[in-house]
């Protein structure tokens, strides 16, 4: 469980600065607080996303998995982000995407700084 709450925390830290960097992510709300909370429920549905859909569109595309030395992953990457604002839409939460780029690059960035805080705080399991 306790792996569960650090990860979610980490990528909602990760989603944090993805939208603070890249000017095509927002992550919007009144107070400090409201973003905090929209955080970390984007991390959630983001959590949601590669959990349920990710494998099988990893599956789907393994011949281009192959072709492409893994690059591809980049891509899946940033169409899981880009998901994960269409589906913050639809639960009403104030993340949007705006475009494949943007997309993209908040997929770089929070694979890095993902990468960078699971190094720090470790994992349990």
Do not use: E, Y
């Not at 925390?9 to 607080?33: K, P, R």
């Not at 943007?102 to 929070?110: E, R, V």
């Amino acid at each position: 469980m306790k792996s569960f709450v650090v990860k979610t925390l980490i990528n909602a830290v990760a989603i944090w600065v993805a939208a603070w960097l890249v000017g095509g992510i927002s992550l919007s709300g009144g107070s400090t607080g409201h973003k905090v909370l929209t955080a970390v429920l984007v991390a959630l549905v983001f959590g949601v996303v590669n959990w349920i859909i990710k494998p099988v569109v990893k599956l789907l595309s393994l011949p281009l998995f192959i072709l492409t030395l893994g690059l591809i992953t980049f891509v899946i990457n940033g169409l899981m982000l880009w998901l994960t604002s269409w589906a913050s839409g639809r639960l009403s939460l104030d993340f949007h995407v705006d475009g494949v780029w943007a997309a993209l690059l908040g997929a770089l960035i929070i694979s890095i700084v993902s990468w960078g805080l699971n190094l720090a705080f470790g994992d349990d399991d």
